[in-house]
């Protein structure tokens, strides 16, 4: 999914106290929404707001709600959808929701902001979408301001609007499927994990750029794990089955399981193990691939994975040799006199 925020709009937006279960504090509820200057160009703050709010989220990852008639944030998503005079209502359910669902200790107070969007364009579509986020941190900045004949200064604490804490966007597309919902969460494991699994209660999903991101990372962990030098299989050989995977990736627009089997794995030996690993793989993660295991790969994960496809062999603290081609071009070897072992690396020009 591709969405643009370039001519989004802030159509409605309130702000409410989180309070904290461990500390036995209570929300504090706005009963009124945020009035934001309607001449855009004459007053910077809309164009702030969007900023702190929109700008570090990245069309990656995509979720839906799970069990959407029993999902309370889904349920006033969808109210507010289709009528938006429930927003200030709705709002206060969804903080009073997240605050029943902040029951680890170090999780923070802090402000809760429901902000209804208008003009965000996804894939070609004109359509809203509904934003809850929540900031915990605050920064001291510093005020620098003339007086008389000289400068005053003085400290005052505030938001950065470089750093969201907790966000989601869900917009209004695919509403029968759960929505799509992008997550912003930088936070540590235990944080993350309530925010989007118990607050927000939703699960990837399995679209081209989960399908591709997830069967790289199948192939990356199963040399890790299976092909590797305990199965005596040489580093060699390793790092030019990481090269045949991504390269296969990389060259086609269509995941086709067959021609993978016949292009990357090759021999009936490696494609049972690969099997078998695919199966634990999927009871790890909780998901199955697609019935068929064809799917559109993704650029855009492809490119994402490339790092972790370094191939990449290093040689006690003295040397690493990249590997980026044909692996018949290196060779391994051990020098008995010297007691050490040796690549030899055939080549037709020095750059």
Request: charged share 30%; with cysteine.
């Amino acid at each position: 999914m591709i969405f643009d925020f370039q001519n989004a709009k802030i159509k409605q937006m309130i702000v409410h106290q989180i309070g904290s279960i461990t500390d036995g504090l209570d929300n504090t509820y706005s009963e009124t929404c945020v009035e934001l200057p309607q001449n855009e160009e004459e007053n910077m703050i809309p164009d702030l707001l969007k900023q702190y709010f929109l700008a570090n989220f990245k069309d990656d990852t995509l979720f839906s709600f799970e069990n959407p008639g029993e999902n309370i944030v889904y349920r006033c998503a969808t109210d507010v959808f289709s009528d938006t005079e429930s927003f200030i209502e709705n709002s206060k359910i969804i903080a009073d929701h997240l605050l029943q669902c902040s029951v680890y200790p170090q999780i923070k107070q802090g402000e809760f902001y429901l902000v209804l969007f208008e003009n965000i364009d996804v894939n070609n579509v004109v359509t809203q979408c509904l934003g809850i986020f929540k900031s915990e941190n605050k920064e001291t900045f510093l005020k620098i301001y003339p007086q008389d004949r000289s400068y005053e200064v003085s400290s005052e604490e505030g938001i950065n609007i470089r750093k969201l804490d907790k966000g989601c966007l869900i917009f209004n597309t695919e509403p029968e499927n759960g929505y799509w919902v992008s997550i912003v969460d930088k936070v540590s494991k235990n944080e993350a994990v309530f925010f989007k699994d118990k607050f927000l209660a939703v699960e990837p999903r399995q679209d081209s750029y989960f399908m591709t991101q997830n069967y790289m990372d199948l192939c990356k962990d199963f040399v890790k794990d299976v092909y590797n030098e305990e199965s005596k299989v040489e580093r060699i050989d390793q790092i030019d089955m990481l090269n045949r995977s991504f390269n296969f990736f990389k060259a086609n627009k269509l995941f086709d399981e067959e021609k993978f089997n016949q292009e990357v794995l090759a021999t009936p030996e490696v494609q049972t193990a690969f099997e078998e690993y695919k199966h634990n793989f999927e009871n790890e993660r909780g998901f199955m691939f697609n019935n068929d295991d064809n799917f559109t790969i993704s650029e855009k994960a492809v490119k994402k994975q490339n790092s972790k496809f370094r191939s990449v062999i290093k040689l006690d603290r003295n040397f690493h040799i990249y590997v980026h081609g044909n692996h018949n071009f290196i060779q391994r070897g051990f020098d008995t006199q010297k007691g050490m072992a040796y690549y030899k690396l055939y080549f037709e020009s020095e750059e």
